[in-house]
């Protein structure tokens, strides 16, 4: 399939179409919601399915096969915030804490689109490997510290009386929902192994991408209520919102290539690269940057970036990984 075919095919996936419709429902004022506590629901059993089919697949991997990954996904996303803030306060001329706020998102990742990625490349039949999830885990972190680091180093003299609580930030960063399922689903999986995710496949396996089109219904109306901030957001925010993934993505997928990752891999490794932060990153800008405008980080990311890679990025990335591997 060519990279044409492969954007029609995920854009005409029910995972997408259920986002268009939670957009479509948000524009025309309809009052389709689900209920909190489902939508919560829905994203602990995506959060900690995830982990845990990836500790099975990690218990049954070598070693030697997982740490040149492990490394290469940790470095990545541990440079990533260094160019991404040099770009904005290069280009766009935004704030000390503006810019490290865009880094510390841009840099880090997104649990749902990794989903989205590996329904797509499972749907396509494409092979990938399984200790992928605990590259989600590794990289979700080092970003993040990174560009609050960043932050406090580049902050204005003026800011200097608003120190950052690095204790505060880590503890609600690595406490939080989403990191808790993560590693605690891949410790799971890890223990247990094959023989223990038999138990509860039915419930874990088979159902993971009804579960995921329901979570996306309800993204995309969360998606659609920050459109009206792109008229605010600017010409090079919608820009950097798309180039910026295109760019990670690219260099995802060849540094899959690098070490060895098959081309299911390498797309996945892509994916990761070019995906955005919303969860664990807005918490802790929050807490750490709260003079940073949101309108920015949260329009980019939930606005731009978020639908781009959902029916765009996926397949682009999913090409050019095999563009190079052909290569």
């Given at each position: 399939m060519d990279t044409v075919d492969l954007v029609r095919a995920n854009l005409l996936s029910p995972m997408v179409l259920a986002f268009v419709l939670g957009v479509v429902a948000r524009l025309v004022r309809s009052d389709l919601k689900l209920p909190e506590g489902i939508y919560a629901a829905l994203s602990i059993y995506l959060l900690f399915a995830i982990g845990l089919k990836g500790g099975v697949s990690l218990s049954l991997t070598p070693a030697g096969e997982v740490w040149l990954p492990a490394l290469a996904a940790v470095v990545?996303?541990?440079?990533?915030?260094?160019?991404?803030?040099?770009?904005?306060?290069?280009?766009a001329r935004m704030s000390v804490a503006d810019a490290a706020a865009l880094a510390?998102?841009?840099?880090?990742?997104?649990?749902?689109?990794?989903?989205?990625?590996?329904?797509?490349?499972?749907?396509?039949?494409?092979?990938?490997?399984?200790?992928?999830?605990a590259l989600v885990a590794l990289m979700e972190i080092p970003a993040i510290v990174v560009a609050l680091m960043i932050a406090r180093v580049q902050a204005p003299p003026a800011a200097e009386h608003t120190p950052v609580s690095w204790h505060t930030v880590l503890h609600e960063v690595l406490a939080g929902r989403g990191s808790v399922l993560l590693i605690g689903g891949l410790s799971?999986?890890?223990?247990?192994?094959?023989?223990?995710?038999?138990?509860?496949?039915?419930f874990f396996d088979a159902p993971f991408k009804g579960v995921l089109v329901f979570f996306l219904l309800e993204m995309g109306m969360v998606a659609a209520g920050r459109l009206g901030d792109l008229r605010r957001a600017g010409a090079f925010l919608v820009a950097f919102g798309i180039l910026m993934p295109i760019a990670h993505g690219a260099?995802?997928?060849?540094?899959?290539?690098?070490?060895?990752?098959?081309?299911?891999g390498s797309t996945v490794l892509g994916v990761l690269a070019a995906s955005a932060s919303y969860i664990a990153a807005p918490v802790a800008v929050r807490i750490a940057l709260p003079e940073a405008n949101p309108g920015y980080y949260l329009t980019a990311t939930l606005a731009i970036t978020f639908p781009f890679n959902l029916a765009v990025g996926i397949p682009l990335y999913h090409a050019i990984a095999g563009l190079i591997h052909a290569w």
């Open positions: 990545f996303a541990t440079i990533a915030p260094v160019w991404i803030y040099a770009v904005v306060r290069g280009v510390a998102h841009y840099g880090s990742v997104s649990v749902v689109t990794f989903t989205a990625a590996i329904a797509f490349l499972d749907t396509l039949g494409v092979p990938y490997e399984g200790y992928m999830p799971i999986g890890l223990l247990s192994g094959a023989g223990g995710f038999a138990q509860v496949a039915p260099l995802g997928a060849a540094l899959g290539w690098m070490i060895g990752l098959s081309p299911g």
